[in-house]
């Protein structure tokens, strides 16, 4: 693991070091190359994880998440180029020291053996996340969206140290490869009912769980171009991976303590979908459809079959690198115009048609179209869930038909019909920007063909 | 901080190896800094000077879809129909930059207040006409929950035109036209003049044409507030500050035809606010210019005209102030309440004012007693010189009157065609104009707001087709002329 983890340490000083005109350059070759690094760890020899060193370890659950977060460094670094131009050399210097550095604490927070550390990267990575957000957001409400994220998720991780902290006490280690092997389980006394919990509350809050959602809207909407890929791509799968983990020694508890999030997610998925149809705002509509998607992850994971385990992993992958190239789109939009109200740019693809291509694919995943891992993972999902119990089949396939409905509206409202007369002088579209969407595209319609590297231990 | 650290060491090594008193050593030196760093701390404790999270409410929003330059009638109108006509609501964030909050030289305050459909140009009509079912129907469109119904005291009493020998066969043709159109005019001969308004003198008059319905004249006070009231409760922000910038960014683009033009974007607009240097960049998709008065120099900011002249780039927006005035009289014996908004073959125009016998008015001067716009000064003179003998001729009771006040205003004169300039630029792209109207822009806004806001969000214009008064016809030197200017 320090083999990935050293390289994208030294990316700080190659960045602060770097003459000016090839910091960008630099940057983005190296993180490729630390990406391609990262591909070995593909080789998983056994059913169970790849033991590195004490503190590092890799199995087929976190290799993906490894995988993605490694491979979206660059994919940001590319995405921010535009909008940096205009400050100075330091600051952008600072800027791409953030996204390493949180890139730093993603690798670690992925690999980490250990419980504890795996908390406290899991709380360091909100600060570079908050630098982003806050200084270099677009509008006055990023102070607003910072501190909603900041706080949403400190609150929810809080209860997350103590449960850990006595959970080290009574069991004396909180090594993740030990704990999967644990005989004392948990009973339904109220005080293991609240130690459950307190295990998922942090994750609930980051995947979003529906009533703890507030704060995704407006990080996402409010955050830079870089700081929203990585929130929509990785952060949220930080809750994932940490629910999936989790669940591993909270049983038998979660049989019955699952139940009021189980209500909240599926009552949350179709309510976040249906605020997508009504949404006037791009970003704020991805925004949504993230809540919406990681609503089924939470389902997923709270009904620990295998289906369900591996259509989780799957689906975090897929709206991963979705999610990611969705809102790389809508700020390629947003750079032209200055604007992210749908209705004022219209009819995109008379004027840029290879970047309507994109929209399309991307959409097309979005709403998980066969036979791409999105359907996969939704699919999985869907099956699971029917046989934990009959008639969630009615509000999943609800969830289903509006997920298609707000994303053809999405793509409709932006690429077809007539064009707006304002937008007819935009600059057409970077090779930069067909790169970036290139390099999101590529892995979601590869994986088409091998999805077993990405459906987890379960597999 | 770190230097001075290092010198401290460095200080302490010389002093061990027992070297004499420094001179400007490093510890004055480092109490300096260390008052520099209380000093600084101090002042950030509230109460102090410095102040990094400063109270930013007066300035405009960092970022608006639409910004709308001008917060007359025009610029409101504008903004209530795109927040009308956006299909998902609360899609557009607007904003309307007006430099005076107090309205003290704006056009739409100081105006008469007519509004007729006698004009000779088709689009005019509709226009008004458009605009008096709005004025009608005030309280269906501007409706404000838990707010009191508006009053906008409108005076259905009609425009009365006066046309000599000369102007009978021109102003027989118009009728015609705004016949067509759905405007209700009737033209009358001198003597069912005499007979109908006894009180005029009809020596000149060879026919006159009266609206019987639909035309008159209202407060544009009110309409303003109305509509101000209206798009606060849905959502627009208002803003007070001068536009002093545009940042733009061009782009090379070649015509089918081969001819290469520099296309323009405005990204950014400037606002500066009052009696201050504080200035806000609102960054923006769209700016409209409703600036009335002033709308050629907010052209000009964004580049408008900057070029050869005689080419599209070389084109300016041709609206520039002119002044007018209007003169206040009482008349005892003066006309009654059936008065209509008479305008005389000499171009002088009065209505009644109120219920005791008072009257406004005044008269358009010609190209070379023009008044320097540079100030709202009213020439006494003028009424004496030039309005009051025409008025006095054609009615007779006015010959003893009383001028009680008077007031200057500007019209927003096009001085290409004399009509409005409505849609967006050809070059700069993401700007729309909605001004120049010379003096019918009151009684015409609501019916312009409309057509601006569907050019902006459907791309064309659907309800009222004003494709005649676009920007392009400066260019291409095509003179849509109205022929009844008052």
């Avoid at chain 1, 993605?68 to 670094?77: G, S």
């Avoid at chain 1, 102070?143 to 069991?171: E, K, R």
């Avoid at chain 2, 709202?376 to 003028?382: A, G, K, S």
Wanted: glycine residues 8%; proline residues 5%; aromatic residues 10%.
């Amino acid at each position: 693991m320090l083999k990935i983890i050293i390289p994208t340490i030294m990316l700080i000083p190659l960045t602060w070091l770097s003459k000016s005109n090839m910091m960008w350059i630099n940057s983005t070759i190296y993180s490729l190359m630390i990406s391609m690094v990262c591909l070995p760890l593909m080789n998983q020899p056994c059913d169970n994880s790849l033991n590195l060193s004490m503190l590092f370890f890799s199995d087929s659950l976190s290799t993906p998440l490894l995988m993605l977060t490694t491979w979206l460094l660059p994919l940001m670094i590319i995405a921010s180029q535009y909008h940096m131009t205009k400050e100075p050399l330091a600051r952008k210097k600072l800027y791409i020291t953030m996204m390493i550095l949180l890139q730093i604490f993603l690798i670690m927070t992925f690999s980490a053996t250990e419980l504890i550390m795996f908390y406290i990267l899991f709380e360091a990575t909100l600060v570079p996340t908050l630098i982003i957000i806050t200084r270099w957001g677009g509008q006055t409400e990023r102070l607003n969206a910072g501190i909603y994220f900041l706080f949403y998720t400190l609150a929810g991780s809080l209860p997350l140290l103590v449960a850990l902290t006595y959970t080290q006490t009574t069991l004396g280690s909180l090594n993740m490869l030990l704990t999967q092997y644990l005989t004392e389980r948990l009973t339904h006394v109220w005080g293991d009912s609240l130690l459950w919990l307190a295990f998922m509350l942090a994750f609930m809050v980051k995947m979003p769980l529906y009533g703890l959602h507030l704060w995704l809207p407006k990080a996402h909407v409010e955050a830079p171009i870089a700081g929203s890929m990585v929130l929509a791509a990785i952060l949220l799968k930080l809750g994932g991976y940490g629910m999936l983990r989790i669940t591993m020694m909270l049983n038998p508890t979660v049989n019955f303590m699952a139940y009021p999030f189980m209500m909240l997610s599926m009552w949350g998925m179709v309510m976040t979908s249906s605020i997508c149809l009504r949404q006037t705002d791009l970003k704020s509509l991805i925004a949504y459809s993230s809540v919406s998607h990681m609503a089924l992850v939470i389902m997923a994971i709270l009904i620990q079959s295998p289906w369900s385990f591996m259509g989780a992993t799957a689906l975090m992958i897929a709206h991963g690198l979705t999610s990611s190239l969705l809102f790389c789109l809508a700020n390629s939009n947003y750079e032209r115009t200055h604007s992210r109200t749908m209705i004022l740019v219209r009819g995109l693809q008379m004027i840029l048609p290879l970047m309507a291509a994109w929209w399309l694919l991307a959409s097309l995943t979005n709403l998980a179209l066969p036979p791409s891992i999105n359907l996969i993972g939704e699919l999985f999902v869907t099956v699971s869930m029917f046989s934990w119990s009959n008639f969630s089949i009615i509000l999943l396939g609800i969830n289903i038909t509006i997920t298609a409905l707000y994303t053809l509206y999405m793509l409709i409202m932006t690429q077809r019909g007539k064009y707006t007369y304002h937008i007819h002088n935009i600059k057409p579209s970077y090779t930069r920007e067909n790169t970036l969407m290139l390099l999101h595209l590529t892995p979601l319609l590869l994986l088409m063909i091998n999805p077993k590297i990405i459906l987890g231990t379960m597999y | 901080m770190f230097r001075g650290a290092l010198w401290l060491l460095a200080g302490r090594g010389c002093v061990g190896r027992g070297l004499s008193t420094r001179s400007g050593g490093s510890t004055p030196d480092w109490t300096e800094k260390v008052s520099e760093i209380k000093k600084k701390i101090q002042s950030a404790l509230p109460g102090g000077a410095w102040d990094p999270l400063y109270d930013t409410s007066h300035l405009p929003p960092e970022h608006s879809d639409v910004v709308i330059v001008g917060g007359g009638v025009l610029g409101l109108s504008v903004a209530y129909w795109l927040k009308r006509l956006e299909k998902p609501r609360g899609a557009i964030r607007v904003l309307v930059v007006d430099r005076d909050h107090t309205y003290s030289r704006a056009s739409t305050g100081l105006s008469v207040g007519g509004i007729r459909q006698q004009f000779s140009l088709p689009e005019n009509i509709q226009l008004s006409l458009f605009s008096v079912d709005f004025l009608r129907n005030i309280n269906e469109y501007l409706a404000v929950v838990d707010d009191p119904p508006l009053d906008v005291q409108f005076n259905p009493s009609g425009y009365l035109l006066l046309a000599s020998e000369k102007g009978a066969a021109i102003m027989e043709n118009n009728v015609k036209v705004q016949r067509q159109e759905g405007a209700k005019v009737c033209l009358m001969s001198p003597e069912q003049l005499q007979n109908k308004f006894p009180w005029i003198n009809t020596d000149g008059v060879a026919l006159a044409s009266y609206g019987l319905e639909g035309e008159g004249w209202f407060d544009p006070w009110c309409l303003l507030q109305g509509l101000r009231r209206k798009i606060q409760s849905l959502g627009v922000f208002f803003c007070q500050g001068e536009v002093t910038r545009f940042s733009t960014s061009s782009s090379r683009m070649q015509t089918s035809g081969g001819k290469e033009m520099t296309l323009k974007r405005i990204h950014e607009v400037h606002v500066k606010m009052d009696h201050s240097l504080e200035y806000q960049p609102v960054e923006c998709a769209l700016v409209i210019n409703a600036a009335g008065a002033w709308s050629g120099q907010v052209a000009e900011l964004a580049g408008i005209g900057k070029g050869p002249p005689g080419t599209l780039e070389g084109t300016k927006l041709p609206v520039e102030p002119r002044k007018r005035y209007v003169y206040f009289w009482h008349c005892p014996e003066g006309p009654g309440l059936e008065t209509p908004f008479m305008a005389d073959t000499s171009g002088a125009y009065f209505r009644r004012e109120g219920l005791g016998h008072n009257y406004l008015g005044g008269c358009s001067p010609t190209e070379e007693e023009e008044p320097d716009p540079g100030n709202l000064e009213v020439d006494h003179d003028f009424f004496q010189d030039k309005v009051w003998p025409h008025l006095a001729h054609r009615v007779p009771a006015f010959q003893s009157l009383k001028v009680r006040s008077a007031w200057a205003g500007y019209y927003d004169y096009n001085t290409f065609d004399q009509n409005g300039v409505v849609g967006p630029h050809p070059l700069v792209v993401n700007m729309y104009f909605a001004t120049g109207f010379s003096g019918h822009g009151l009684q015409q806004a609501p019916a312009v707001g409309r057509a601006v806001a569907e050019m902006v969000l459907k791309g064309q214009f659907q309800t009222i087709d004003l494709s005649s008064l676009l920007f392009s016809r400066f260019y291409l030197g095509e003179k849509v002329e109205e022929r009844n200017i008052i």
